[in-house]
């Protein structure tokens, strides 16, 4: 067979498998459909696929064929990437910051502190650590991959618990825009190339002077052309990123921090984030689970997964429990907030695939992460349903 055609087997195995397993088994209460994917990717990698149907996996996936697949996962994730920087809410943080940054501070530290403290843990055994990894980077790595708060799969878990609208769902939205924005500062400093920090200081004193450009033209367009512009804008920021230094989807998070969801409307930006998670990042979970190794043992990576998910769910509800007695939040508050925040997904799926990208983590660490996120996002609808239901029988 042709590598078209190879191609389009790999394509409809993407789309056919993960929808017959949500439907079938009715799996949308504990993991929805992206969860589903993610799993699905993670099942159809090498290190699950190839062990069991080595000859299949071998004849679908082919060099040329990964390739393929690759070229369109980097496009749907800079694409998802931007949407999550436009969907920053950063005006009413501003206006609530003294409980903003109180709840986003707390939320981030602790579930970072615990983080960092099982890097460090995992420093002291082989096959974790990545290649060109200082020691800092990888713990700080580690720590902060613990902390991520998945800001668009939020929002769709939300609208699944009919919390968006509400006024705690406002105040969760705030409070994860500004843990966002320290996810990816943070995972600028990680990625900081000294020898090249010439270029990556260039690189951004020329975006704000291009966004402030960008910022006074997007509103005299129409706003088909604004559709248009955007997606240059995407690709110019991404490109410029990558050559200098930094990963192109730190640039494409920029681009979509600098835009404002009001030039093509909340509805349009919605429906746009909707096709993008249907049409394209399906094959972003494949390409994601044909990165995941268990060649320290399938037992030692399920441990640290494991230890991981304590690390990062604990220091979650922690922090924001904290948070919630410093300002005095009513009884049950803190539980539903701080399981929302919890959330990982693709955010965080997105970040380990950076660290691995930069030889920051090993290919054990990135598959231990990713069950990490799986856990914790099918955990979110489980331990917040019957919270919530409490809070709003008071």
């Known amino acids: 067979m042709n590598t078209s055609e190879l191609f389009l087997i790999a394509i409809i195995i993407i789309f056919s498998l993960p929808y017959m397993i949500w439907r079938g088994l009715r799996t949308d209460y504990y993991a929805p459909l992206v969860v589903v994917q993610i799993i699905t990717g993670v099942l159809l990698g090498p290190g699950m696929l190839d062990r069991v149907f080595p000859d299949y996996y071998n004849f679908i996936f082919t060099p040329s064929v990964v390739q393929s697949l690759n070229g369109i996962a980097w496009w749907a994730v800079m694409l998802f990437v931007c949407l999550a920087g436009v969907e920053l809410d950063l005006k009413k943080a501003w206006q609530h910051r003294r409980e903003s940054a109180i709840t986003a501070g707390w939320a981030l530290g602790t579930p970072l502190m615990f983080g960092c403290l099982v890097a460090v843990g995992l420093l002291k055994f082989d096959g974790w650590v990545g290649s060109d990894a200082l020691t800092w980077q990888f713990v700080m790595g580690v720590g902060m991959a613990c ?195 919890q959330t990982k997904a693709l955010i965080m799926i997105i970040f380990v695939n950076i660290l691995l990208d930069k030889h920051i983590i090993s290919s054990n660490a990135f598959t231990a992460l990713l069950l990490m996120a799986v856990a914790s996002t099918m955990l979110t609808v489980p331990m917040v349903a019957p919270k919530l239901k409490r809070i709003m029988n008071r």
């Not at 966002?180 to 975006?207: E, K, P, S």
């Open 147 to 341: 902390a991520v708060t998945a800001l668009p799969i939020l929002i769709l878990l939300m609208e699944k618990l009919e919390l968006l609208r509400q006024p705690i769902g406002q105040r969760i939205l705030r409070y994860a825009s500004l843990d966002d924005i320290a996810i990816w500062g943070v995972l600028a400093l990680i990625l900081m190339d000294w020898q090249r920090v010439g270029m990556q200081l260039i690189f951004l004193f020329t975006f704000v002077f291009a966004a402030f450009c960008f910022r006074r033209l997007m509103p005299l367009l129409v706003v088909n052309d604004r559709w248009y512009i955007a997606l240059i804008w995407l690709a110019a920021c991404s490109l410029s990123a990558d050559m200098a230094g930094l990963h192109f989807m730190v640039g494409a998070f920029l681009a979509g921090a600098v835009m404002d969801a009001e030039w093509f409307g909340q509805e349009k930006v919605d429906q746009l984030r909707s096709h993008v998670l249907l049409v394209f990042m399906p094959v972003f979970f494949l390409s994601t689970g044909l990165r995941t190794s268990w060649a320290l043992g399938g037992e030692a990576v399920m441990i640290t997964a494991f230890v991981l998910l304590v690390a990062s769910v604990s220091g979650k509800l922690i922090g924001v429990h904290i948070a919630g007695k410093l300002l005095k939040w009513p009884a049950g508050e803190a539980g539903v907030i701080g399981w929302l925040l």
